[in-house]
C-alpha cells in the first residue's frame, strides 16, 4: 500500500544522504530522487515475486515461517535441514526447497550486475525501465514535497556562508565552482572544500535525524 511505498522511499532518501558526494556533479535532490525510486521500485518487485511464490496454502504457510523456523533451530544450535524444516513446519520437503529458492531470488542487490556484461550495468541501473504505478508515482511526489521541506528546515540551521555553499553548491542546477564560492568570502578554495564536507556531514546528520524512525534495512550495498 501507499504507506509501504512511503516507507521504503524514506529507506532511500537515507541512503542517498549517506552516500551522496558533492563532487561527483550531482545535484543532492536529484541524486536522492533516483535513490527514493530505486528502493520503492525494488520494493514493488520483490513483492511481486514474493505473490508468485506464495500461490497455495501450503506455499505460504512456507513463506512466513521458514525464516522464524531457521532461526529457531540455530540458536538451539541446530543446522536447519530442508528435511527438519519440512518436518516442523509440517509440509512436503521439495515444495519447501521450491519457495526458498524463490524468496532466494527476490533477494536482489541493487548493486548486483545484470545480464552477461562482466558487471558493467547493475540491477539499479534497470529499474527506470519499469512502469510506475499509481502509487509509486504519489509517493515519489510526497517525497518531492517533502524533501523541499527538508531542505527548508535545515538551511533555517545554518550560518549565511553555509546557506551559500547549499543553494549554490549542493542543490543548485548550475553549481558555482569551489574558487567562486571562495571569492566571495576572500578565503581559499580549501577552505571552501573543508566548509562544504563539513556541511554535507552536517546535512546528513539532519536527515537521518529527521528520519530517526524508520529501520535500516539490509540490501547489501557497497560502500
Not at 3 to 31: H, S
Amino acid at each position: 500500500n501507499l504507506m509501504d511505498l512511503i516507507q521504503e522511499g524514506n529507506l532511500g532518501l537515507i541512503q542517498a544522504v549517506k552516500r551522496f558526494d558533492p563532487y561527483r556533479g550531482t545535484r543532492l535532490p536529484t541524486y536522492a530522487a533516483w535513490w527514493i525510486k530505486a528502493y520503492i521500485l525494488k520494493f514493488l518487485l520483490d513483492n511481486a515475486r514474493m505473490v508468485k511464490i506464495g500461490t497455495t496454502n501450503t506455499r505460504r504457510k512456507i513463506l512466513m515461517n521458514l525464516n522464524r523456523e531457521k532461526r529457531e533451530l540455530e540458536a538451539r544450535g541446530i543446522v536447519p535441514t530442508s528435511r527438519l524444516l519440512a518436518e516442523n513446519l509440517g509440509v512436503d520437503e521439495q515444495e519447501l526447497l521450491e519457495v526458498e529458492q524463490g524468496m532466494a531470488g527476490a533477494d536482489v542487490s541493487l548493486d548486483a550486475p545484470v545480464g552477461d556484461d562482466e558487471g558493467e550495468t547493475r540491477y539499479i541501473d534497470t529499474l527506470h525501465l519499469m512502469e510506475q504505478s499509481v502509487d509509486e508515482k504519489i509517493a515519489q511526489g510526497e517525497f518531492r514535497e517533502l524533501l523541499e521541506k527538508k531542505f527548508e528546515e535545515f538551511s533555517r540551521t545554518l550560518s549565511e556562508r553555509e546557506q551559500v555553499i547549499l543553494t549554490r553548491r549542493l542543490i543548485a542546477d548550475k553549481p558555482q565552482t569551489l574558487q567562486q564560492i571562495a571569492d566571495i568570502y576572500g578565503i581559499s578554495r580549501e577552505a571552501v572544500r573543508v566548509a562544504e564536507k563539513k556541511l554535507v556531514a552536517k546535512l546528513k546528520k539532519f536527515m537521518i535525524e529527521s528520519f530517526g524512525d524508520v529501520r535500516e534495512i539490509e540490501v547489501h550495498l557497497s560502500g
